[in-house]
């Protein structure tokens, strides 16, 4: 099979949005401001749309699992903009996943509300591997993927048993995790990452994940730890790239444990009107630079592009550039 197009897999979200004037204590009450928005969400929704901003042309296939209801329906709304995303391989059942969003105006804080919906029951068979005929599968979010972070007799969980299975059809494979506290990630992470071909995830899951400490007590980042950490991540058995991504720049060590780093973009005052899908963003970014087979430095390179055009929009897609114009912004903000 000559295999074309990425596949992003797992998490469809629909966030609903609400401005409220001060988050209220318990028993008390708050006042929302305007209407309230709507909003897709989560790594198969984000990613993929920003991989069809990058280049019209690429297929993008989308697998995940929506509710035949008004929030699996404004997903697909979304990905109808877009002739180039593939969405045969959503199945609809259940409720679809949901985010209820608080944004505070008093403290700018936002609060996050989980309806888990029919997403954590998103598994291998899902998925369809056998008609899927993409280069590359993206899965994730580990973490956030109930079934898929179950456990499996023969590969430790169901995640790392879909990207085996992806491998063994010829697929190359990649993963990205959510950020939380607790002990999870080095329970769940490190089998997927057997079978990873490229993992791309920020710098507080890889530090969670190896041990590596990339942050001081007073949030400073600690840069000389990014080579350590990304060692760490090719021993746990990454094959190609891995990559973690932070405010501060981008840092990654390719299949020969070469490492690589390049600067984040100093953007215009203003400039920035909303973080939401940022890291997503940035994924999408190094992974239409593997699907056309460039070097690390030009991934991370379109990834720090990427990620800077959707800091202009305030949703997680909408201000995502083609590749060539998202790298000549690269070059207008100053960036080599």
Same mark, same amino acid.
């Given at each position: 099979?000559?295999?074309?197009?990425?596949?992003?897999?797992?998490?469809?979200?629909?966030?609903?949005?609400?401005?409220? /004037?001060?988050?209220?204590? &318990?028993?008390?009450?708050?006042?929302?401001?305007?209407?309230?928005?709507?909003?897709?969400?989560?790594?198969?929704?984000?990613?993929? #749309?920003?991989?069809?901003?990058?280049?019209?042309?690429?297929?993008?296939?989308?697998?995940?699992?929506?509710?035949? %209801?008004?929030?699996?329906?404004?997903? #697909?709304?979304?990905?109808?903009?877009?002739?180039?995303?593939?969405?045969?391989?959503?199945?609809? &059942?259940?409720?679809?996943?949901?985010?209820?969003?608080?944004?505070?105006?008093?403290?700018?804080? &936002?609060?996050?509300?989980?309806?888990?919906?029919?997403?954590?029951?998103?598994?291998?068979?899902?998925?369809?591997?056998?008609?899927?005929?993409?280069?590359?599968?993206?899965?994730?979010?580990?973490?956030?993927?109930?079934?898929?972070?179950?456990?499996?007799? /023969?590969?430790?969980?169901?995640?790392? &048993?879909?990207?085996?299975?992806?491998?063994?059809?010829?697929?190359?494979?990649?993963?990205?995790?959510?950020?939380?506290?607790?002990?999870?990630?080095?329970?769940?992470?490190?089998?997927?990452?057997?079978? /990873?071909?490229?993992?791309?995830?920020?710098?507080?899951? /890889?530090?969670?994940?190896?041990?590596?400490?990339?942050?001081?007590?007073?949030?400073?980042?600690?840069?000389?730890?990014?080579?350590?950490?990304?060692?760490?991540?090719?021993?746990?058995?990454?094959?190609?790239?891995?990559?973690?991504?932070?405010?501060?720049?981008?840092?990654?060590?390719?299949?020969?444990?070469?490492?690589?780093?390049?600067?984040?973009?100093? #953007?215009?005052?203003?400039?920035?009107?909303?973080?939401?899908?940022?890291?997503?963003?940035?994924?999408?970014?190094?992974?239409?630079?593997?699907?056309? %087979?460039?070097?690390?430095?030009?991934?991370l390179r379109l990834g720090i592009a990427s990620a800077a055009c959707s800091l202009g929009g305030p949703d997680s897609y909408s201000a995502v550039r083609p590749a060539p114009e998202a790298l000549a912004f690269y070059r207008e903000m100053g960036g080599a």
């Open positions: 099979m000559d295999r074309q197009g990425i596949c992003t897999a797992g998490n469809l979200i629909a966030d609903v949005i609400y401005r409220i /004037a001060r988050y209220p204590g &318990r028993g008390e009450l708050t006042t929302i401001l305007g209407e309230r928005e709507m909003a897709v969400g989560g790594l198969a929704c984000n990613t993929s #749309l920003s991989l069809a901003q990058l280049d019209r042309n690429l297929p993008v296939y989308v697998s995940g699992l929506i509710g035949n %209801d008004p929030e699996g329906q404004m997903v #697909l709304s979304h990905f109808g903009k877009f002739k180039n995303i593939d969405t045969r391989f959503i199945g609809l &059942r259940g409720q679809t996943s949901y985010t209820l969003v608080l944004n505070c105006q008093e403290t700018r804080e &936002r609060t996050f509300f989980v309806g888990r919906g029919v997403g954590a029951e998103f598994d291998v068979e899902d998925v369809k591997l056998d008609q899927l005929p993409a280069k590359i599968l993206h899965a994730g979010y580990i973490l956030l993927l109930d079934a898929l972070d179950g456990p499996d007799d /023969a590969f430790g969980t169901r995640m790392a &048993r879909l990207l085996h299975d992806a491998q063994e059809r010829g697929l190359l494979t990649s993963v990205d995790v959510v950020s939380e506290a607790g002990d999870r990630f080095r329970r769940l992470v490190p089998p997927a990452l057997k079978y /990873a071909d490229y993992c791309v995830i920020n710098e507080y899951e /890889a530090q969670q994940i190896t041990g590596v400490t990339l942050r001081s007590a007073d949030g400073a980042l600690l840069q000389g730890g990014m080579e350590p950490a990304l060692e760490r991540l090719k021993d746990m058995g990454v094959r190609r790239w891995a990559v973690i991504h932070c405010p501060e720049g981008a840092f990654g060590m390719d299949g020969d444990r070469r490492f690589e780093s390049l600067p984040s973009l100093r #953007l215009p005052e203003g400039y920035i009107k909303g973080t939401t899908g940022a890291g997503d963003a940035f994924c999408a970014g190094v992974l239409y630079a593997a699907h056309e %087979d460039r070097s690390l430095s030009d991934a």
